[in-house]
Structures are given as C-alpha cells and as structure tokens.
C-alpha cells in the first residue's frame, strides 16, 4: 500500500512525500483509515513504529474541512507525556501540515505563560501539550475545548505511570462528549483498559507491537556488578570500545545524571546530563550537542529521554535498573531504531535483583549475563540451587553514592578512570552499590 492510496489530501500527500516517504508503516496502514472514518482507537505500538503520522496525518485531514463551530479553543488536542514528545509531535504537525498551513503550537510544563497565552488569543487548530500545563490553563480559564474534534493521547502508559491520571480526567470531562478519541499505548494493562472503557466509544482496537518483537534487532547483554565503583569500571571499559559511537546512559535520579556526567568529560569523556530540572532551552540545546556529535553520550533519566529521538544510537547503558518493567522496554528502544541494529547494556547489583526480575518476567526472557575479563564479579544474583546470592565478600555501604565510597586507609575514593581490575585480583572491598530511587509525584514537572 502507499499513502496515496489512504486517500489523504493532496496536500498532505505533497508534504509526505516532500519528506522522503511512499509507503505506510504498519501500524500507519491499519490506524489511519480507521482514524479517518470517524472510529475512536486505541493502538498498542511502540516507539519507533511510525505511531506519530498515523493520528498526525488524520488530524491534518480532518482540519482540510472548516469547522462550523465558533470560537478560539483547539479542533485537535493531543495529549503527551513529556516535552520532548510533545516537540516531536508538533514537528510532524507542521512539517506534513505544510501544505495547509494549520495554526498550532504547545502547552508545555516549564515555558513561558505569556507565549503560550498569546497562542490561545486566537483561533487555534492544534494544541499539543503535557497534561499538567493543559489543566493550569483550563483552571485559569485561558483555554475552552468547545470546538474540541479529535482528542489524541499519545503514550497514554506512561503518562499513568507518571502520575497523570485524575489531570486527563479532568481533561476529559471538560470535552465535548460527542469528540472522537484516539489512544496510543505501548502496554495494555488493567489501568489503561480502564482509562479506555471510560474515554473511548466503542473502539477499534490496533495490536501490532508486542512488547518484545519491535526490539528483535537490538542485542540485549547482563552484567552483575558488586557496587558502584564496578559499575564505574565496566562503563568506562564499555565507552571506551571502538564499538560504541553514542550513547545513552540512564541514572535513577537527576542528581546522579549530572555528576555521572560530570564525571564522564572529566575522564575524556564528552557527555552531558538530561533531566526535568533542566530548562526546555537547556534540553533541547544538550539533544542538539548530540545530533551534531558534539556528544557522545548522554546520562538521561526515564522522564528526560521519554520520546528523544537520536538517530545513530549505537548503544543504551541502564547504568541502574529501572524501577518499572515497562521502561526498560522504553528505554532500550532509544537504539535499534528504523531497521538498525543495537545493543542495550544492564547492569544489575545485589540490591537490584527485585528490578532484574521484574523485567525478565515482563519480557519473558532471561537477559544473557556476560563478563569482561578482568572485571568479572564477585556477586551472584542468579543462585545455584541451594545457595544464597549477594555478594562473596564486600564492605559496609560508607559515604555517598557519586561521593568516596571507602577505599583503603586514607579514605580517598578511587579515580574511575584508571580503576581497570587486573585479572586475578582480589574481591573488591568496596561498599555494595544501592541506587536512589526517584519515586514519582503525582503531577511531576515534565
């Protein structure tokens, strides 16, 4: 099939093909007729799939007719979870909507009110916006969802991992009831089900992805680590490989992202941080540095990196397992994008077997363990019948996490630059690495 036979708008098909694309992707095939025909859906797709364009380009073709109904607020509303999502998507808006020239901008968490206000003073036909931001404005009453069309929610998982569930219903229930909704999800658990009953009418339902077959092409690799200065040893052996172009390496928590970072350029490693503290400005400009090669790797956490898109990933370092299963599946498939190949990269201390296991029962498979001589580890996490995991020998946890862990007499931590173990070397005595969990709020600043 080819997108002009989806019988989409001359236009639209103009711009498509404008950007170098002829044949729809799968879950394009089967969501956009449906999405044309007025049917409210809900897709299971992960990222990388093509999932933007297959409601982008309805929306587009549904603002190819004028609305009868007055008023300023948005015909197409999408919903997503982070900026950096939602960027992406208000990028495809315009770039196929070139041809049609749709007014449209964004309500995102930490930008500026006052350009986001003179937006919303005029008739406006796309508003792509965090679900945070969204509520502030229908509370102050500078925005109304009279004229509401199509309501989009994109990632609708993650944003009810994130804390967004009574702000979408807020949303909702300020929508007229006769809108057609459409809803993208990468998992389809007992919460989303619920949020699907009570938004969507009678839909049809898209299950293309299964949580595993879009990651067929990436290698996935374990390695056990005793604690953090390990865990410092075999990333700065991995960075340093011929194998490794870019990549992205995921902290547990902003704080850990800026001084692994840190760290990182100290040892002749350019990397740089990507958090929700950081500004909007601040974000893009370190994706920017990326895309360029002005960075090799990026230290991200799950609430940054949500969405990023970075072609030519060779590599992603879970430097600390996730919390959820399920973004472990998001996280690895910032690489092995668009047909490529790639390889995700665990490590797994004692205090992190919960999350291990967690994350193979979800994938439904093991994750190979691998070592690297002269770095092996003295832990065990997958027991032999009979015997007990942790650690062989180790120390008591002392000092902070990116701080000096205890290292010899004189207290000083070591340089994880120069901290290769040598083949043969005694069991580390160093303090067993527990990494700080961020615990998520109910409405986080994204």
């Not at 691998?370 to 062989?392: F, N, Y």
Request: charged share 25%; glycine share 10%.
């Amino acid at each position: 099939m080819t997108f002009a036979e989806l019988g989409l708008n001359p236009a639209i098909l103009s711009a498509i093909t404008a950007c170098g694309y002829t044949n729809p992707t799968p879950i394009q095939e089967q969501s956009i007729p449906l999405v044309m025909a007025g049917h409210d859906v809900i897709a299971t797709a992960q990222t990388g799939t093509g999932k933007t364009a297959a409601f982008v380009l309805p929306a587009l073709e549904r603002l190819t007719v004028k609305s009868a109904l007055p008023g300023k607020g948005p015909r197409i509303l999408v919903l997503a979870p982070t900026r950096e999502l939602a960027g992406q998507v208000m990028e495809s808006a315009r770039g196929y909507g070139r041809g049609i020239r749709p007014r449209c901008g964004t309500l995102l968490g930490g930008m500026p009110y006052r350009e986001q206000l003179r937006l919303l003073s005029a008739p406006v036909d796309i508003i792509v916006a965090t679900p945070g931001r969204l509520v502030d404005h229908l509370e102050r009453g500078s925005i109304r969802l009279d004229r509401l069309e199509m309501l989009v929610l994109d990632e609708a998982d993650r944003m009810l991992d994130m804390g967004f569930s009574e702000d979408i219903n807020k949303i909702v229930s300020r929508a007229p009831s006769d809108r057609q909704t459409v809803m993208f999800t990468a998992t389809m658990g007992g919460e989303i089900s619920r949020l699907a009953e009570n938004m969507l009418r009678e839909p049809k339902r898209v299950e293309l992805a299964v949580r595993t077959d879009s990651h067929a092409l990436i290698e996935q690799r374990l390695h056990v680590t005793d604690n953090l200065t390990h865990k410092k040893e075999l990333l700065n052996h991995l960075i340093s490989t011929a194998e490794l172009t870019r990549a992205i390496i995921f902290s547990a928590t902003k704080r850990d992202a800026d001084e692994l970072s840190r760290e990182l350029s100290r040892n002749g490693h350019p990397a740089a941080a990507l958090h929700g503290d950081m500004t909007q400005m601040a974000r893009n400009k370190t994706i920017e540095r990326m895309r360029r090669g002005g960075i090799r790797l990026l230290v991200a956490t799950d609430v940054a990196a949500r969405g990023l898109d970075v072609t030519g990933v060779s590599h992603v370092i879970n430097f600390d397992l996730p919390r959820f299963a399920e973004d472990y599946v998001h996280r690895i498939g910032r690489t092995g994008r668009a047909g490529a190949t790639g390889i995700a990269i665990s490590f797994a201390s004692a205090s992190e077997r919960n999350y291990l296991e967690r994350i193979e029962r979800f994938i439904g498979k093991k994750l190979p363990e691998l070592q690297i001589a002269g770095h092996e580890p003295t832990t065990t996490l997958r027991k032999p019948a009979g015997r007990s995991g942790g650690p062989k020998k180790g120390g008591v946890p002392t000092g902070g996490r990116f701080g000096k862990p205890g290292a010899g007499k004189s207290g000083q931590g070591t340089s994880w630059g120069k901290s290769a173990k040598p083949a043969g070397s005694a069991p580390r005595n160093t303090p067993r690495h527990e990494p700080v969990i961020e615990y998520r709020s109910r409405r986080p600043q994204v």
